[in-house]
């Protein structure tokens, strides 16, 4: 079930090269980082991406592991990593894909001659053929 605000224990590594981060709930999460400032960024925006994923997946997303329950390391700190999934979702969802086409020479041409943004043509060419309005974008 899709929640918008997660809460997961994450374990925070450090080494000599950095930190490794790795979430026990969330296998094959492993941001990593050189400062812990940018270490808590990374947990953030990987757990948030990697949850995304599950969601669209319809993986099931498991309930977080207590974090007194969690073995450490003595090089290795928890830390709870807490993200609000709409914003993410918005930034995941809107976020441009590149995307290559092939068109004729002599079209291409006079299109350019007439300032032609490709990329907004496109955009407002397929809304329209996938009778997609403004309400109603099929995300």
Not at 59 to 77: G, S
Not at 102 to 126: D, G, M
């Amino acid at each position: 079930m899709k929640k918008d605000h997660y809460i997961f224990p994450a374990i925070f590594d450090f080494a000599d090269d950095g930190i490794s981060i790795s979430f026990p709930d969330l296998p094959g999460c492993f941001p990593c980082a050189h400062s812990i400032e940018k270490a808590i960024k990374n947990a953030k925006e990987a757990m948030a991406l990697h949850l995304w994923a599950m969601e669209r997946d319809d993986d099931p997303i498991p309930e977080p592991t207590p974090i007194d329950k969690i073995h450490l390391e003595p090089n290795q700190i928890p830390y709870l990593v807490e993200v609000l999934m709409p914003l993410y979702r918005d930034a995941i969802e809107n976020s441009s894909v590149k995307k290559t086409l092939t068109i004729p020479q002599w079209l291409n041409r006079i299109a350019e001659e007439n300032n032609v943004n490709f990329s907004q043509l496109l955009q407002s060419s397929l809304k329209k053929y996938l009778h997609l309005e403004e309400g109603n974008l099929g995300k």
